[in-house]
């Protein structure tokens, strides 16, 4: 019984999502393989090959992968699968991406947002905005899963010692290509992988206000800043800063809700962490029921003030 892992890398480097799943590959037994799909990515391999647990890192270099698309990492993955019992994916976009693909293909069910190992054939994800949780059992012969990357801790970066392999890359697909992109640039952390997240919702009122009292927080604490549904669909805040079911999952070690009422869908996003602090003035809010700290209070008048006392 052996474990492939499609890493998620910008071909320099691993990302953390990856370290995530790497820990729940390991709790599905066997040995752990690692697929570093890139162009020019001897790094990104080299990096995967220092994760502690990590048995082999498989190598395919070609230009076709230079930036992750779906169709030809499809391709890659479905050419080694049936070595694997377990093909995981980390819960990204990237991975969202291509796990449908891979599991279509073999014609085996895919299991979404795992967020518990059971056993090899056993696991727990969340359904119902993550308001229930239910625990599936596959008898499919290779098991397809995207991994909720909260659900686990890192695996360790270094102290590892994989073997590595280069493998024949497989053939650019020819059904997509790369045009370009824009990237938000962020001078604060960003928000899946943020020790502190500060979030404001519908409450706010308007652009101007979010800036004005949520910033000066997010600058006194270093932290990364999110916003409700609400606030995104309301033009408050960016798409990138949504928190919840439809936006990014967080884990924070503290997360701090000003304004947000805490419907189910954002409660799905950050419920996970470590320490939930939560600003309202209706001490009814639903956000209260998960919150460790509340402070029922005008998030006008608390937060500044806040801010003043750090």
């Keep these: 019984m052996t474990t492939l892992i499609i890493a998620e890398h910008d071909n320099a480097s691993v990302k953390g999502a990856t370290l995530n799943t790497v820990t729940a590959a390991l709790q599905c037994g066997g040995d752990v393989h690692i697929l570093i799909a890139g162009s020019n990515a001897g790094a990104a391999a080299a990096a995967a090959a220092q994760i502690a647990g990590v048995a082999k890192v498989l190598h395919a270099d070609a230009p076709g992968f230079a930036h992750g698309l779906a169709e030809n990492v499809t391709a890659q993955v479905l050419a080694l699968a049936s070595g694997y019992s377990h093909i995981l994916f980390p819960a990204t976009a990237s991975g969202k991406n291509v796990a449908p693909r891979v599991a279509a293909k073999l014609d085996v069910g895919q299991i979404s947002d795992v967020t518990k190992v059971i056993s090899a054939d056993t696991f727990e994800r969340p359904i119902y905005a993550g308001n229930a949780i239910a625990t599936v059992q596959s008898l499919d012969a290779t098991k397809v899963l995207t991994v909720r990357t909260t659900g686990f801790d890192p695996a360790a970066s270094t102290g590892g010692s994989a073997s590595m392999e280069v493998l024949t890359a497989a053939a650019d697909a020819g059904k997509s290509s790369f045009l370009g992109s824009e990237i938000a640039k ?120 806040l801010v003043k006392a750090l």
């Design 186 to 305: 962020n001078d604060r952390p960003e928000l899946t992988a943020a020790k502190i997240i500060v979030s404001g919702g519908r409450a706010l009122g308007s652009a101007e206000k979010f800036n004005e009292v949520m910033v000066p927080l997010a600058d006194k604490l270093g932290a990364a800043l999110g916003a409700s549904r609400a606030a995104v669909d309301a033009g408050y805040a960016p798409n990138d800063w949504q928190v919840g079911q439809t936006g990014k999952i967080v884990a924070p070690q503290l997360y701090i809700a000003a304004g947000i009422s805490g419907a189910i869908q954002h409660l799905a996003g950050m419920k996970d962490s470590k320490v939930i602090v939560a600003i309202n003035k209706d001490e009814e809010a639903p956000i209260f029921s998960v919150a460790d700290y509340g402070l029922v209070a005008d998030l006008f008048v608390a937060v500044p003030e």
